[in-house]
């Protein structure tokens, strides 16, 4: 096949999986286990610059009173606003194709259909991917690959706490118990420094039962979480607040739930359908049913406000499906997948927080 037909072959699968993306977009990734990817990634926002940057006010200046007609006027000014910083991360993945493969499937359906394959194939690995990478975060100060997790913003707190401000600091998967600390986005945070900064922790103790919904009714009236317009339907552009957790929590909970219900009977799927609390969901996330003793601890469940905590992706490399000839193989042709991301919070404070058995 001469250089014309080989560009030719390459711009007709490069524009059928193409069509197969807007058909199929990968981030709304159509598979009941990834409920949480398509929840989190709705919310994603694209920009663009060398670094993602925030500015937070932490405290108050105190500039508000109450005061006499005559009383001369107080003004506090105060440098409370603190900035804090991170850099991209880059994932990739990709598909191949065989000229030979070409012509023996010469029938357009039979090309869509073994493309469509490809892309379904290509796309999942991506997302296996990322989802891990959204719950394990970074494994050192020298991992350059990882972007933050969901847990660098709203971490580990304190052993034992029932409930409050004290994840001061992010934990490295780094395997220790619990990870190594870091300062989340560079920016210092203690019960003493950038308090503000710090997010909710509790510390279930592995106890499943109505101790944790006495904890989880702190955390939901502390955090103000409001369930989704038609919360029975569970659509997800209606989703701005959300509990993520293993299959064990929500086994537990149904069970709890039916039990304490003289009427199970007749609402069964009110039980054991998808839980919710105080009409916001229980969502599960599978990866989370292994314990990370780093990062996580045992049968975590986080609660997460999608309008704060959210990925955001450098424009032009959202999901990007870029083509090129196999420099290795000259009969086969490779489409390659890219998306440059980071996680990002805006506010840990009011973002969600962290329910889970402390690591010991």
């Known amino acids: 096949m001469d250089s014309i037909q080989y560009s030719q072959a390459l711009d007709l699968s490069f524009a059928t999986v193409q069509d197969i993306r807007r058909k199929k977009p990968p981030l709304t990734y159509a ?20 670094e ?44 191949a194709w065989n000229l030979i493969e070409l012509s023996i499937n010469a029938k357009p359906a039979r090309i869509y259909n073994i493309w469509e394959q490809q892309y379904n194939a290509c796309i999942r690995d991506m997302v296996d991917e990322m989802f891990v990478a959204m719950l394990t975060g970074p494994s050192s100060a020298n991992d350059t690959h990882s972007p933050y997790s969901v847990f660098s913003w709203l971490p580990l707190g304190t052993d034992g706490s029932t409930g ?146 959210y990925p955001v992706m450098l424009r032009d490399w959202n999901f990007r499906i870029d083509k090129r000839p196999d420099k290795d193989r000259h009969t086969v042709m490779t489409l390659f997948v890219d998306t440059v991301y980071q996680i990002w919070c805006e506010n840990p404070r009011h973002a969600g927080g962290l329910i889970t058995q402390y690591p010991s």
């Open 31 to 50: 598979y009941s286990t990834y409920q949480f990817w398509n929840y989190f990634v709705r919310n994603g926002i694209q920009t663009v610059g060398d």
């Open 52 to 95: 993602l940057e925030g500015h937070l006010t932490l405290g108050s200046e105190g500039n508000a009173r109450h005061s006499g007609w005559w009383d001369a006027d107080t003004t506090v000014k105060k440098n409370i606003n603190q900035r804090y910083r991170l850099n991209w991360r880059h994932a990739e993945s990709s598909m």
């Open 164 to 309: 409050g401000w004290t994840g001061y600091s992010g934990n490295y998967n780094d395997g220790s118990t619990p990870g190594t600390e870091f300062d989340r986005g560079g920016l210092s945070c203690s019960a003493s420094v950038n308090s503000d900064f710090a997010g909710w922790f509790a510390d279930h103790g592995g106890n499943l039962d109505d101790s944790l919904l006495t904890i989880m009714n702190d955390f939901h009236m502390t955090m103000n979480f409001q369930p989704p317009i038609v919360p029975e339907k569970l659509p997800v552009d209606k989703v701005n607040c959300a509990y993520y957790t293993t299959k064990n929590v929500i086994k537990k909970l149904n069970s709890f739930y039916a039990m304490s219900d003289d009427n199970m009977g007749y609402n069964r799927n009110s039980h054991y359908g998808t839980p919710s609390f105080y009409g916001v969901p229980l969502v599960w996330a599978g990866p989370l049913d292994t314990a990370n003793t780093s990062v996580y601890g045992t049968d975590p469940i986080v609660g997460i406000n999608h309008n704060l905590l």
